[in-house]
């Protein structure tokens, strides 16, 4: 009951001092209309081209929502020293920094929708697998997030990390399968791809929508879940050894 109180108290507090800010809520209406919109127009193919585009527009929305708000929360805190007092609370740094990134989890989630939402107005979408789908979101958001954890933990300053972050994000733009598939990327670029979270959620995504997925369903659940235990447990050990002493 304290670990639920807690993860609670520290997930409104987030909300309020960071997510539910008009500047948040109206980028992250705004990015994804925007990038459903260029990429709509960019394509020039009328109506047809909206389910093949929506799995990219709606991975690019998760990925810089979730590692942009974390490089926020987590940086901005531990230059504060507001993390310090976080860590007297008598709970286990497991769950702290969970309940520090179920925000931005949500925020992500949220943000994966919109671009779904727009679709819904101007086309058809009855031939989604909406399980698919929406496992396909939480676990994009999850990896992002944790993703975005690795970044903030290993800098100081928020632009150190929206910098960095962007070290990984833009690569992940083109490599990952999400608005063209890996097999016409050249050979020597295909195993980077494979090793980067996205790939497997973009592949879940298109096989969602489409049924065009080049990996078999499960694999991609399996690698996701991989990633984000990897890169929650990597980033716990850099927090233990850097920031607390």
Same mark, same amino acid.
């Given at each position: 009951?304290?670990?639920?109180?807690? /993860?609670?108290?520290?997930? $409104?507090?987030?909300?309020?001092?960071?997510?539910?800010?008009? !500047?948040?809520? &109206?980028?992250? %209406?705004?990015?994804?209309?925007?990038?459903?919109?260029?990429?709509?127009?960019?394509?020039?193919?009328?109506?047809?081209?909206? !389910?093949?585009?929506?799995?990219?527009?709606? #991975?690019? &929305?998760?990925?810089?929502? =979730?590692?942009?708000?974390?490089?926020?929360?987590?940086? +901005?805190?531990?230059?504060?020293?507001?993390?310090?007092?976080?860590? %007297?609370? !008598?709970?286990?740094?497991?769950?702290?920094?969970?309940?520090?990134?179920?925000?931005?989890?949500?925020?992500? $989630?949220?943000? #994966?929708?919109?671009?779904?939402?727009?679709?819904?107005? @101007?086309?058809?979408?009855?031939?989604?697998?909406?399980?698919?789908?929406?496992?396909?979101?939480?676990?994009?958001?999850?990896?992002?997030?944790?993703?975005? %954890?690795?970044?903030?933990?290993?800098?100081?300053?928020?632009?150190?990390?929206?910098?960095?972050?962007?070290? +990984?994000?833009?690569?992940? /733009?083109?490599?990952?399968?999400?608005?063209?598939? @890996?097999?016409?990327?050249?050979?020597?670029?295909?195993?980077?791809?494979?090793?980067? !979270? /996205? =790939?497997?959620? #973009?592949?879940? %995504?298109?096989?969602?929508?489409?049924?065009?997925?080049?990996?078999?369903?499960?694999?991609?659940?399996?690698?996701?879940?991989?990633?984000? =235990?990897?890169?929650?447990?990597? &980033?716990?050990?850099?927090?233990?050894?850097?920031?607390?002493?």
């Amino acid at each position: 009951m304290k670990a639920l109180i807690a /993860l609670h108290s520290i997930l $409104v507090k987030d909300m309020q001092a960071y997510y539910l800010k008009p !500047p948040n809520i &109206s980028w992250g %209406l705004i990015f994804p209309l925007a990038w459903t919109g260029m990429f709509f127009v960019r394509s020039g193919q009328g109506l047809d081209s909206v !389910p093949a585009l929506l799995p990219g527009v709606m #991975a690019v &929305s998760v990925l810089f929502g =979730t590692t942009s708000m974390l490089a926020v929360t987590v940086t +901005f805190e531990k230059k504060g020293r507001s993390f310090e007092r976080l860590l %007297l609370a !008598p709970i286990s740094l497991e769950l702290l920094m969970f309940a520090k990134t179920l925000g931005a989890i949500v925020f992500g $989630v949220a943000n #994966a929708f919109v671009p779904v939402a727009i679709a819904a107005v @101007i086309t058809d979408l009855t031939g989604i697998a909406w399980g698919v789908l929406f496992a396909a979101v939480v676990l994009i958001a999850v990896s992002s997030t944790f993703l975005g %954890l690795f970044i903030a933990v290993a800098v100081k300053e928020v632009f150190e990390a929206q910098t960095f972050s962007n070290f +990984f994000r833009f690569p992940m /733009l083109f490599l990952c399968g999400l608005f063209f598939p @890996i097999a016409q990327l050249p050979f020597w670029l295909r195993p980077v791809s494979f090793a980067l !979270p /996205l =790939t497997y959620g #973009a592949d879940l %995504l298109h096989n969602a929508v489409r049924g065009a997925g080049e990996l078999p369903i499960l694999l991609n659940l399996v690698a996701l879940v991989a990633f984000c =235990t990897l890169l929650f447990t990597v &980033s716990l050990r850099s927090i233990r050894r850097k920031w607390i002493v």
